[in-house]
């Protein structure tokens, strides 16, 4: 593909996952997480790929991770945003700290990422960005057991608002778009119950939950040139567990 993509949640399942196969495909990556050392411990240091440990719900982290990206491969085309906090307290355990903190990181983050990306594209040569909704908002799922609770589930259903308004406020020049991801298998399901996971399975009419390559190559698709003429829109890469 040859393009120049920041990936947020580059030391992680999804992240870690679309990280790997965009170096395979000759991208150069700005590989962005929290958790810096784990990144630089699971992918190669190469001239391809600049690590960055920060924030998304941080504004100086987010404008300096482009500038980086700039600074070092001389442009920013996309953006795949992944990176996000988890939450799993029941409506009756969660409390306004939480709340607000999932809210910071999953939405406003999911925000400020795009916003300081957009920022470069638009002045630049244009470019896509690709947000992570979740299954989560369609089952409305409540949390415990180690799935996704009220905070969460809320956080999600939000980006699909933000899609929709960049998408807008940002074309034809820059591209919005997002992935609803349904159970995969990375550390954000570690929690589950085996029961949890019986319960879960019976959903999929594929039989099993995906793997984070099977997710990473939907947001690939949108970042891609072959997607050049969608904006606005959702994939849902989900194994069928929307149809229950
Ligand atoms: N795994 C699933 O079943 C599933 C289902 C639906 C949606 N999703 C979504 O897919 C995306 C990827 O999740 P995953 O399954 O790979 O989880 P994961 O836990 O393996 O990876 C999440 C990554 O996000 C990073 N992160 C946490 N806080 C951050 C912050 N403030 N700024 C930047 N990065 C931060 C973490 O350090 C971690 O590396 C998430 O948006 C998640 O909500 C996952």
Redesign the pocket.
Known sequence: MGKTVLV?????????ASTKLLLEDGCRILA????EE?MRAELPDCEEIEFFG????KTEDCQAAVARAVQKFGNLNALLH?????STKRWDELDAKECNFIMA??VT?SFLISQAAATHMMAYDGGSIVL?????MLYGVTGGNGQGGPA?TTS?AAIIGLNRSLARSLAPKVRCNAV??????????AEYTDDQRAAMAVRFPMGR??E?EE?AHAGIFLISDKASFITGEVIHANGGSNFN
């Open positions: 947020t949640g580059a030391a992680s399942g999804i992240g870690l962005f997480d929290p958790q784990r920060g924030d998304v719900s992944w990176g996000a906090a988890h990181v999953n983050g992570t909704t979740s299954a989560s969460y999600k609803s991801p349904g159970i995969a298998e990375t550390a954000m399901i939950f995906g984070p997710i």
